[in-house]
């Protein structure tokens, strides 16, 4: 089948939730169910039609196949410039819209039992087909214009979603909060934005990607773009120092949670990483490596002392979120780690969903979030608990489940380049580091959540599994978190989604749709193949060759993933389970370190005191230089302009008035004098005439004489 034949398909994507935000914001709570029925179903028909174009994709027999949608949107200032919008899916937006709109229409099934009766019901439901229409569209953008579009939506979206119980003067906060961290990143991703459309005249990937490779976009200004693009993936993606949003976005509904961390908001960066992989530099890809190792060890350690059920999840999202830009970094130099740092963010989706719709399960039969008050539920809720055991062995790292053959594929990769460049070997450390603390964290919450006695007897009693179409979603994401039926049979996601190169892109992106298979047979290569340092060649000519290097970093990342993973189980069951070491004297004995991971490094604190403090300082003094000098300039302005008013009405009373009454009253006055020569008496007018006469007479002869 033709690719051409999907384009009504590939249009309806995210078209119809942006149809079903409208139908359920106008008419929501006239239609029966309030819609919800509406908004599933919408989501079921897009989940179908992304699995149809996910198909026709994948099953084509060329290696790369990729279709392409532009439509001419208009001119920049008649400038010869036009904006066209158009849709890209090729082997990463196809995978992407599967997973985008599976999760999303089983986080709209689930919704239906955990937000029955609430009093905002169509406002969430709307607010869900948003949110859904801008992740899709996201993802099939063809360009960063209508990307940076969708990205703000979801934004907006967020803000929301995180506020929706906006009663609540935390709930408030944190989407006030996560509004404001993200605008610091999407401003440098406009600034970055800007920069690639002043050079490069157009904003499509095509576009750009040829503009790197002719070297009309180079030198510091592509390092700048890159950078500056990396810097809105942090605040999406949570990375740090812009992470500190994210836990508190918990404070929306269990279900919002779940389509956040899952498969919207916070892999729209990792996902703008990967789409503009050609842009980046080796500069750009180290930055992104050691801010992604960095915050995969930094949220971890968090995740070990958190008490909330749903801040254990939220700290862990950030650490695999680290794991991806990992991936993606290393994969500048390391011919495996774009690819691990794509499939990751696929596997995380439903195994990080099916973990906060199972969180959002346990609080709906508890109503409460703290583990400290849960205990003994996998008896009371044995769904709920296999399918949360599940999705913990897939996020800790235990085969068959897929976060092992994703995470330890970028841990081998993390190794791999330490191997090569042993300066960087704090990246493996990094990534080895923080699979111990997941597994510890993950397991610790499951033995507190799940094993013991209760510690709240009443909650416990009244605990309940949840309805069906709450479990349903929980099974089937539980389902998808093993490697095999995830996907990971035939290894098709890494020979169809190889490392981007600057040396392939004609084929991938020029005038052809179609990359024959021979293009791939020596196996993916790093995208800055061509610029890899003599370093690299060096290592590949002594006594460890590339492929052996591989195989050894390999099997290295196996041993260590395993042995992690072990070491966080056994030390979680020797606290929670057996008891032979006590959390309260561990927390007293390291008094320090406990407050410090308890409160999260004092990150929130720091920008508090050094940014936050400040800038309201700063907001008080601007507002009493407005009061005072301001308003004091406008006042006095006003009232010298009253008092110039009552001078002028002075004179004009005074002077003006007084000249024009006078004149008037000086020809009254003259008017009635003179009236007094009018006596009636025409004796005395011919008296007046002849002296008159006589006057003309003689004045006449006078001028005469002379």
Same mark, same amino acid.
């Given at each position: ?60 027999a060329a290696v790369h196949a990729s279709l392409?949608?532009? %439509? ?54 709307? /607010? ?151 842009l980046l530099t080796p500069e750009t890809f180290? %930055? ?28 862990s999202t950030v650490s695999q979120l680290g ?216 290592? /590949? ?121 006078? %004149? ?43």
């Amino acid at each position: 089948m033709e690719l051409a034949s999907l384009r009504p398909h590939v249009l309806l994507i995210p078209s119809l939730p942006i149809v079903g935000f409208a139908l359920v914001s106008l008419f929501g709570r006239r239609l029966p169910r309030k819609g919800d029925w509406l908004a599933t179903g919408i989501m079921g028909v897009v989940l179908g039609l992304s699995l149809y174009v996910f198909y026709h994709v994948f099953r084509q027999a060329a290696v790369h196949a990729s279709l392409r949608l532009v %439509v001419p949107w208009f001119d920049l200032s008649g400038g010869g410039r036009a904006m066209p919008i158009g849709a890209l899916v090729d082997n990463l937006s196809a995978v992407m819209i599967v997973v985008v709109s599976t999760v999303s229409f089983l986080v709209h099934l689930y919704s239906i039992g955990y937000m029955h009766g609430d009093a905002k019901y169509v406002r969430f439901f709307a /607010a869900l087909q948003l949110f859904s229409a801008a992740m899709l569209g996201l993802v099939l953008s063809d360009n960063l214009f209508t990307l940076y579009i969708s990205w703000e939506i979801m934004g907006f979206c967020s803000y929301l979603l995180i506020g929706h119980y906006f009663e609540k003067p935390s709930a408030a906060n944190a989407c006030l909060k996560a509004f404001m961290t993200t605008r610091i990143g999407d401003v440098l991703m406009f600034v970055g934005i800007l920069i690639i459309f002043w050079k490069v005249g157009s904003l499509r990937f095509s576009d750009i990607f040829e503009a790197v490779r002719n070297g009309t976009l180079a030198g510091s200004w592509q390092l700048w773009a890159g950078l500056l693009l990396f810097g809105g993936a942090m605040g999406k993606s949570a990375q740090f120092p812009l992470h500190v949003w994210l836990p508190d976005a918990m404070e929306g509904p269990t279900p919002v949670s779940a389509l956040i961390h899952a498969a919207t908001m916070v892999a729209a960066g990792v996902y703008l990483m990967a789409r503009s992989y050609l842009l980046l530099t080796p500069e750009t890809f180290l %930055v992104i490596a050691y801010i992604g190792g960095f915050t995969a060890i930094f949220a971890a350690t968090i995740g070990v002392v958190m008490d909330d059920i749903k801040k254990v999840l939220a700290y862990s999202t950030v650490s695999q979120l680290g794991y991806m830009m990992l991936g993606l970094g290393v994969g500048g130099f390391v011919a495996t780690g774009y690819t691990a740092g794509v499939y990751h963010l696929t596997t995380h989706a439903f195994f990080k969903a099916c973990l906060f719709l199972g969180s959002g399960s346990v609080i709906h039969a508890l109503h409460s979030q703290s583990l400290s008050e849960m205990g003994g539920l996998r008896k009371k809720m044995p769904i709920t608990f296999v399918t949360f055991l599940v999705a913990t062995l897939a996020l800790t790292g235990l085969p068959p489940f897929s976060g092992f053959y994703t995470k330890d594929s970028i841990i081998a990769a993390a190794i791999e380049l330490g191997l090569k460049e042993p300066k960087h070997a704090l990246l493996p450390l990094f990534a080895v580091m923080a699979a111990f603390f997941t597994a510890f964290y993950m397991f610790r919450l499951i033995f507190l959540a799940f094993f013991g006695t209760p510690r709240n007897h009443h909650a416990f009693e009244h605990a309940h599994e949840s309805p069906w179409v709450m479990t349903v979603p929980l099974m089937l994401l539980a389902v998808l978190s093993i490697y095999p039926v995830g996907g990971g049979a035939g290894n098709w996601f890494w020979s169809r989604n190889p490392t981007p190169s600057i040396e392939s892109f004609a084929e991938h992106y020029g005038p052809s749709t179609i990359v024959s298979k021979e293009a791939m047979e020596h196996g993916p290569q790093p995208a800055f193949a061509s610029t890899l340092t003599t370093w690299q060649k060096e290592e /590949a000519a002594g006594d460890m060759h590339e492929e052996h290097l591989a195989h050894q970093a390999h099997q290295y990342a196996v041993a260590a993933s395993l042995g992690v993973f072990a070491l966080g189980v056994l030390l979680a069951w020797l606290v929670y389970i057996r008891r032979w070491i006590d959390p309260a004297r561990v927390a007293a004995r390291f008094a320090f370190l406990y407050r410090l991971l308890w409160n999260k490094y004092y990150v929130d604190e720091f920008y508090a005191l050094v940014v936050i403090r400040p800038f309201l300082a700063l907001c008080r003094t601007v507002a009493r230089f407005d009061l005072r000098v301001i308003d004091g300039i406008v006042n006095f302005t006003g009232l010298f302009t009253r008092f110039l008013a009552w001078l002028v009405g002075i004179h004009d009373r005074v002077v003006v008035d007084g000249l024009v009454n006078g %004149v008037a009253d000086a020809v009254a006055a003259g008017g009635k004098n003179l009236s007094r020569l009018q006596t009636g008496r025409v004796g005395a007018y011919l008296a007046g005439l002849t002296v008159g006469v006589v006057l003309i007479a003689g004045f006449m002869f006078w001028m005469i004489g002379r």
